[in-house]
């Protein structure tokens, strides 16, 4: 039966509430601190804490509630009689409930304090007392989401009781909460890039109507620690996002990012199929459209400037899923939204995550984000690239980053004239690029060349330059065959495979 209460919240939302609720089962009330007060100024009877244990607050508030009259009237099993003698000898009485939430070091871990202002937010005495009732829920009742809080209240019985499976839900929520929690401290401490355990603080967002395919289900999670442009979007139309929208805002987002220059990206399948950069966003979004006017249909298109009516008018030619923008305009937004299930969203946070994980199955492989584009550029041929195809070399690696591997991007002047990708060897996209591209200039491509037949393909489409990471140990192949056909060719070190 429900007798005794211990409310000690840090959010205030819907405890007043909860309290008057049971005020009037005749449950007895415990405090601490600012609840306490809280409780009292609106005029709940509330007993304190320290009257109840006999000992004070102490270390500015640090030890209130760790204390064996508390800790004791939470653990002890009613149905185990030693434990029920050992309070009553003790002059322990039972806690029936536990209603409490944490010092919000989610949010605060984020703001700009000083690392010693940001360990006072780390809990202590609210993760035990919810810990020892989660423990103990078949007899105490814990409460850390003030959305529970009506749920239970609706389902008290005449005997202060709830169900079973209630009990024991709110006590797996507690540990729930307690794994995220201590994730976002672990990886707040600790000062290793990879530590013994790999401990993630996420909470759910959003539910989604589905995954990858209308048979798999899925949610989407944030990081409670680290800010990051996927987590802080907002969206200003259209239908909710799906699995898949996510998945390729992501790459979208990232691909116009690269650039300093004003650059649109268009993508299909987490792929990039058309990008450019220009002097203005409504010639960038007409380079990348060009590029593949067939796959950016349903597609996303992501831009890395305020967007203006102009270009809103290009884009709503034709159907797309998705518009993102740093920023739009009263009147481009005005335009967009006439489609009304054209999801538009607002990112203005560049990307900024650290780490990358995959699943596999029964694991989980973590590496750093591909943050570094070239190791040195180094020309490798009789022949230079001009400073234009230079320019267009780096653009190219820039796209090529994004296109699964094995990744070819075909440039002229700031625009992807043709991206191949995907496939299980390199002359394919080769030659699916320089076909879709008819004129390019220069090739890119995310890896080295095992053997000539790129550059001899490229010859063959009169390309001026080529960018690869080099490093095969048949590099003087395509070394010799660029200089037999005039083609510059410039190696950066660094490979981009993106699987």
Not at 4 to 20: E, P, Q, T, W, Y
Not at 303 to 321: G, P, S
Not at 448 to 463: M, T
Request: contains cysteine.
């Amino acid at each position: 039966m429900l007798k005794r209460a211990l409310i000690s919240v840090f959010n205030k939302s819907g405890v007043l509430d909860l309290a008057k609720f049971l005020i009037e089962k005749d449950v007895e009330i415990i405090s601490t601190g600012g609840t306490y007060k809280h409780l009292k100024e609106n005029g709940i009877p509330v007993t304190e804490v320290s009257e109840v244990t006999g000992f004070e607050e102490i270390l500015d508030g640090r030890v209130k509630t760790l204390h064996p009259i508390i800790h004791g009237g939470i653990l002890a099993v009613r149905d185990n009689k030693k434990h029920m003698e050992t309070i009553q000898q003790k002059n322990i009485k039972p806690i029936d409930m536990v209603v409490v939430n944490l010092y919000p070091f989610f949010e605060k871990v984020k703001e700009d304090l000083m690392f010693d202002e940001k360990i006072e937010f780390i809990d202590i005495g609210g993760p035990t007392m919810i810990r020892a009732a989660a423990k103990n829920f078949k007899d105490v009742i814990v409460l850390t989401d003030v959305n529970d809080y009506s749920g239970v209240m609706n389902q008290i019985d005449e005997n202060g009781e709830v169900s079973f499976e209630t009990r024991k839900r709110l006590a797996g929520k507690v540990f729930n909460l307690m794994s995220a929690y201590d994730a976002a401290i672990s990886n707040f401490l600790l000062d290793e890039e990879y530590p013994e355990y790999l401990t993630l603080s996420y909470k759910k967002s959003m539910g989604l109507r589905y995954g990858e395919n209308p048979h798999q289900s899925a949610a989407y999670y944030v990081d409670t620690v680290e800010n990051g442009s996927m987590k802080d979007f907002e969206q200003l139309n259209g239908k909710q996002l799906s699995y898949n929208n996510l998945r390729d805002m992501d790459v979208a987002w990232k691909v116009v990012n690269e650039f300093d220059e004003i650059a649109c990206c268009g993508l299909k399948h987490n792929s990039p199929c058309g990008a450019a950069v220009a002097e203005n966003l409504h010639d960038a979004y007409i380079k990348a459209f060009e590029c593949d006017e067939t796959s950016i249909f349903g597609g996303i298109v992501a831009v890395n400037r305020k967007l203006d009516k102009k270009t809103a008018e290009e884009m709503v030619k034709i159907f797309l899923e998705i518009v993102i923008a740093p920023d739009f305009d009263l009147d481009a937004l005005e335009v967009l939204k006439k489609k009304k299930n054209l999801r538009v969203i607002k990112c203005d946070l560049k990307p900024s995550s650290k780490m990358e994980f995959a699943k596999v199955d029964g694991g989980i492989l973590v590496q750093s984000r591909d943050d570094k584009l070239v190791d040195e550029v180094k020309v490798v041929t009789e022949k230079a690239p001009t400073e234009t195809e230079m320019k267009d070399l780096i653009f190219g690696m820039k796209v090529c980053k994004y296109v699964k591997s094995n990744a070819i991007v075909v440039v002229k002047d700031g625009m992807a004239k043709g991206i191949g990708g995907g496939q299980v060897n390199r002359i394919w996209p080769t030659c699916q690029a320089l076909d879709r591209a008819g004129d390019g200039v220069i090739l890119a491509s995310d890896a080295f060349f095992p053997f000539d037949d790129v550059v001899k393909e490229c010859a063959k489409y009169g390309i001026k330059a080529i960018i690869q990471p080099g490093g095969s140990i048949r590099d003087n192949d395509s070394i010799e065959e660029c200089n037999r056909d005039g083609i510059a060719m410039v190696f950066t070190g660094i490979r981009h495979f993106k699987h």
